[in-house]
DNA sequence: GCGATCAGCGGCACG
DNA sequence: CGTGCCGTTGATCGC
């Protein structure tokens, strides 16, 4: 008998009343479903979130091992001395099993928390304002906004070029690798079957990868190198400056 | 002052000595780096683990808000009695400040694991045991192993029909999307470059997305389901019984 | 170190 | 719901 009794109406209060849990013990743990993991004993932390997210830590990496999503249905119970943990999901048969043989800690909290986190600079940031001002890529380019939308919806910049011919811009907020090249072409290839006549293609990232740049040269489309920096606010893609969208406040 | 000494003692020696270091409260985040982020005030949790992971938590979802990778050097210090938590990758150019206004739990662990996490069912799994009977992908296929390795080391399997032609079969753990048959695209181009000679492509995976299979089979290419379950220690894939990697035990 | 790819990817937006 | 795709993707393995 390692876990008290004492502990385990904690975690038992936790589970049922969803309040967030927090545990730090020594504990088993397997999971089976859209795979089948095993991990032996170990010392580990658990957090059980009140809408049934169930991650499991080791005192290393940044990735849980183990984890259940949102909505899953957690129980506990004391056996053998040891405390079961086990999150389900029913519809995907999946489940979750931690088996603590010791507790150094647990914890149960009522968390407030209503806000919503900000990020800037994703893809969409890097799109929506090298749309602003295309000529950092090419002299003369113009965006059809509305044609992209009608399209295909995923085409991050769709724009004409000098001579009228239609040109798929592919953005990338880091390294363009084997896939972006993929992609691209599936969307040139996708415009030209629909207009029905010759389409450019351009990928835009900070760098692309040897084999990538082949490719692409192979397949007739063109690289273009954007730099940008998150945190300048005039102009943080570099070589764009108007109506970009203000940046977010940050303290020294 | 709403962090007292005490507390911000137990966070300082948690952070000095490396020791796992768990803190939920309520806090203000940013994150400056490869983007940028923000969050106002909410409650949250907050671990910093041995080797420099740091993550931030809301109380729902699976994923943490923001963090930082293992390495990271991490700082705190009480500032207007608020607890200010640094971590930072000077290589990388990226920080992450966390600032606690109250805390609720503080805590620091020694956390003892050697263990290391076994899965199976990847899609190494699947396609090592496929290789021991690609019958049920088509009938006298012979797989040509060291040809894989050496041809390029990312074909997940490389054989030989019965008309004596090459296949590049690439196997899926889940619905094969239209990246998958980009991907087999690029590898039976590279092996009919290299080998000067026609080449079958073959996706094995449990099920098909609708474009992924217009796609494909434009591409001159063919889909074959498989079905397994990580669980059917026997036959876990459906119709390949022979020299299976024997499965890990579960508990019922 | 970069490059390529998988992941029980998670999460989001759209149809 | 599935489909598609981004992510501060992370983690692994090969070079």
Redesign the pocket.
């Known amino acids: 008998m390692v876990i008290n009794e004492e502990e385990f109406q904690e975690v038992r209060k936790a589970v049922e009343g969803k309040k967030t849990l927090i545990l730090v013990g020594n504990c088993y743990?397997e999971?089976y479903?859209?795979?089948?993991?095993k991990i032996a004993e170990g010392d580990r932390i658990v957090i059980i979130k009140r809408d049934g997210?169930?991650l499991?830590h080791q005192n290393?990496?940044?990735?849980?091992?183990?984890?259940?999503?949102?909505n899953?249905r957690v129980s506990c119970e004391l056996l053998d001395g040891c405390l079961l943990l086990q999150?389900r999901?029913p519809?995907?048969k999946?489940m979750?099993k931690v088996l603590f043989n010791k507790l150094y800690y647990a914890g149960s909290f009522e968390l407030k928390d209503d806000e919503?986190?900000t990020?800037f600079?994703?893809?969409?940031?890097?799109a929506r304002d090298l749309m602003q001002d295309l000529s950092v890529i090419e002299e003369g380019l113009v965006p059809l906004k509305n044609e992209a939308?009608v399209l295909?919806?995923?085409i991050?910049i769709l724009a004409e070029d000098k001579q009228g011919r239609l040109v798929v811009i592919?953005?990338?907020?880091?390294?363009a690798?084997?896939?972006?090249v993929s992609?691209l072409k599936?969307?040139v290839a996708e415009v030209m079957k629909e207009k029905n006549k010759p389409v450019r293609g351009i990928l835009c990232a900070p760098?692309?990868?040897?084999?990538?740049h082949?490719?692409l040269l192979r397949e007739g489309f063109e690289y273009r190198k954007i730099e940008y920096d998150p945190l300048n606010k005039e102009k943080w893609i570099k070589g764009v400056s108007k109506k970009q969208k203000p940046l977010a406040e940050f303290m020294s």
Do not use: H
């Open positions: 743990a999971y479903g859209r795979a089948t993991s997210s169930f499991v290393k990496k940044l990735a849980a091992i183990n984890y259940q999503p949102p899953s999150a999901n519809k995907k999946e979750l919503n986190i990020v600079a994703t893809e969409e940031d890097l939308m295909k919806g995923f991050d592919e953005v990338k907020r880091r390294v690798t084997l896939d972006a992609q599936r969307y760098s692309i990868s040897p084999n990538a082949a490719y």
